[in-house]
């Protein structure tokens, strides 16, 4: 059983930044790939930057790219979102996910994670 627990979440203006972390337990956390995703009220969940294990590829959709950016430190079992230039539509409940299988995955897929966070809310004022 991995168990999330996500922190870093919070009010700020736009063009500001935050810093999500995603510390995770049980298993070996650098086999991992794992995921942020966001889901604002009234729209669907939607993904924000992924980072493989073993070989740390980084996956990022348009919307954020070159704005966000995912790190991990295996020694630490953590998982960062380093945010920049928050607009007011990032403004969401973001949660982090694990793929504890390693191997071939859909990053951008939720169905691809097994376990999911509790959530921490971004709230970015214009």
């Known amino acids: 059983q991995v168990q999330l627990v996500e922190s870093g979440g919070g009010l700020v203006q736009a063009g500001g930044s935050l810093r999500l972390s995603c510390t995770a337990s049980?298993?070996?956390?650098?086999?991992?790939?794992m995921g942020w995703f966001r889901q604002a009220p009234g729209k669907e969940r939607e993904f924000v930057a992924a980072v493989s294990g073993s070989s740390g590829t980084t996956y990022y959709p348009d919307s954020v790219k070159g704005r966000f950016t995912i790190s991990r430190d295996n020694a630490k079992n953590t998982v960062y979102l380093q945010m920049n230039s928050l607009k007011p539509e990032d403004t969401a409940v973001y949660y982090c996910a694990a793929d504890p299988r390693g191997g071939s995955y859909e990053p951008s897929r939720g169905g691809a994670y097994d376990y999911w966070g509790q959530g921490t809310q971004v709230t970015v004022s214009s």
């Open positions: 049980g298993g070996t956390f650098r086999n991992y790939h």
